[in-house]
């Protein structure tokens, strides 16, 4: 069955590095999706991303995050500058066509210290 | 904005008998979709199953099926025949309809459930 890989599963960073989150996406998915779950708490929406172009982002998606797709086939999350609070379950997902349903990588574990 | 409650944290069910997990949630859309999803410890985000609002019926799948009711806003899902495997944290979802809406999914806090052998 297809499914939404990331990589890696766990990453350590130290505050004010730069960090990259990978993801593939299921092949003929259109439609792109980062959220992220800070330990205990609820996932929340980041960014949508389709047609090449971000489509929504929150408020929480400010000038230190950026989406790429680089390649027929990887979804990038980058933050440029680490902050403690972006230690967090980043989590990928796709969906097919609008309307949709996503689904969910495994998540990378981002520890900031 | 669209808001998703789940009013029970934890829950506990014996092995083999059904539990019941509770979710509302607020919007002004008259047509959305909503979604239970399951966390197990392994942190990986799966889902259970789905419901469009326009659809009356009840949707099922396997053992987990849902009680939709619109007017109440309300969308809870049903575990029957609890299994070991079932023990996780779940979380409701609601998504905005396609046309002119957010695609984006909007979560409730999750309710954490044990399965007691």
């Known amino acids: 069955e297809p499914e939404v890989t990331q990589t890696p599963s766990h990453q350590v960073t130290q505050m004010g590095q730069e960090v990259i989150l990978r993801c593939v996406p299921i092949?003929?998915?259109?439609?792109f999706y980062w959220y992220r779950q800070i330990l205990g708490q609820k996932v929340e929406f980041l960014v949508s991303?389709?047609?090449?172009?971000?489509?929504?982002k929150s408020e929480i998606f400010d000038d230190q995050f950026s989406v790429e797709r680089p390649d027929g086939s990887n979804f990038t999350l980058k933050i440029r500058s680490t902050k403690l609070e972006d230690s967090a379950m980043y989590f990928c997902?796709?969906?097919?066509?609008?309307?949709?349903?996503?689904?969910f990588g495994q998540g990378t574990r981002l520890t900031v210290v | 904005a669209q808001t998703v409650t789940q009013s029970q944290p934890e829950m506990s069910v014996q092995e083999a008998e059904t539990v019941t997990l509770s979710c509302t949630y607020d919007?002004?859309?008259?047509?959305?979709?909503l979604f239970w999803y399951k966390q197990p410890p392994s942190r990986q985000m799966i889902l259970v199953i789905r419901?469009?609002?326009?659809?009356?019926q009840n949707a099922t799948e396997n053992r987990f099926s849902v009680n939709f009711q619109k007017a109440a806003k309300s969308f809870s899902l049903k575990i029957s025949d609890s299994q070991l495997g079932d023990a996780a944290m779940y979380f409701c979802?609601?998504?905005?309809?396609?046309?002119?809406?957010?695609?984006?999914?909007?979560f409730g806090k999750g309710t954490k459930l044990t399965v007691n052998p």
């Open positions: 919007t002004s859309e008259s047509d959305y979709y």
């Open positions: 997902a796709s969906s097919q066509r609008i309307g949709g349903t996503a689904f």
């Open positions: 092949s003929n998915h259109l439609y």
């Open positions: 991303f389709y047609n090449n172009e971000i489509s929504e």
């Open positions: 979802a609601y998504r905005s309809p396609t046309q002119g809406g957010s695609e984006k999914l909007v």
């Open positions: 419901q469009e609002a326009y659809k009356q």
